[in-house]
């Protein structure tokens, strides 16, 4: 497993309930060994404090942790002190995202792109975060086309990303094909898939449809035929999910990054069905 890089996301707990419950979670799948844990982080402050009271819990648990950090939005000084609390609280991973716009909110802030935000991380911090970067193997939803993402991904790559997470899909070959591409490109970081588990069909189209990751037809098709059965979407679904990623690994995948939703099971199953340790 040295030269494979495991991980996996949280999200920000809202209440005192879910923060008890995350610890939970973090304690159980530390028992895993993974690499880091990343921290999802809200557009203007919305759960900028959370993003830094659950990094700063998981790394006090003796686990590594990388807060999301988004740019869209924000000022240069509002990064800068950012960059500055999380240094001072020992971290040294991030995942730069361009992130959505605050509600309500019309103007972009002092950086436009995910690249400007990781080349300005690289100016005022030089080699102190490892950054990871987002990639869309079946390209990203307000992307013109795929060459035009391909584009954005490879300056962020050249701004001085050192590894990239993707966003899910369930189509092999939209992830090996999205790799040879940039590989084409020049670039040779670590493009990691992220992994999503199947626990419930209605709320998992909804959010695919709104991020613009694919659920193949069949997959739809036979998660749609199980109807209010969470036990039978359940099992397919980790079927399916367990299959992805031993097809990901077999063809030279570096790693997996798990989106936990928060959850202990559903990714502790496909991680043990994939003998991982």
Request: negative net charge.
């Amino acid at each position: 497993m040295s030269d494979r890089h495991f991980s996996f996301e949280f999200f920000p707990p809202k209440t005192d309930r879910g923060r008890e419950k995350l610890l939970g979670v973090h304690r159980e799948l530390a028992e895993l060994n993974p690499e880091f844990f990343s921290v999802t982080f809200g557009a203007g402050g919305s759960t900028r404090d959370g993003t830094l009271d659950t990094v700063t819990a998981i790394q006090e648990r003796g686990s590594a942790a990388a807060p999301h950090i988004s740019c869209i939005g924000s000022s240069k000084s509002e990064i800068d002190q950012l960059l500055n609390t999380y240094q001072e609280r020992g971290i040294n991973r991030l995942v730069a995202l361009r992130g959505d716009m605050p509600s309500g909110q019309y103007a972009a802030g002092d950086f436009a792109y995910a690249n400007d935000l990781v080349e300005h991380i690289r100016t005022t911090t030089g080699d102190h975060f490892h950054i990871e970067v987002a990639a869309y193997p079946e390209f990203h939803p307000q992307a013109k086309n795929a060459e035009d993402d391909l584009t954005n991904f490879v300056r962020k790559v050249n701004a001085g990303a050192n590894s990239a997470i993707t966003q899910y899909f369930y189509n092999l070959d939209a992830y090996l094909r999205f790799v040879e591409a940039a590989q084409g490109r020049g670039v040779e970081i670590p493009i990691i898939p992220g992994i999503m588990p199947i626990t419930n069909y209605s709320k998992l189209a909804r959010f695919s449809d709104a991020c613009g990751a694919e659920i193949p037809r069949w997959i739809r098709k036979r998660l749609e035929a199980y109807g209010d059965d969470s036990d039978s979407i359940k099992a397919f679904g980790q079927d399916i999910v367990t299959q992805l990623c031993s097809d990901l690994l077999d063809n030279g995948a570096p790693g997996l990054h798990f989106y936990t939703m928060n959850q202990t099971e559903p990714n502790r199953a496909i991680w043990q069905a994939l003998n991982l340790g």
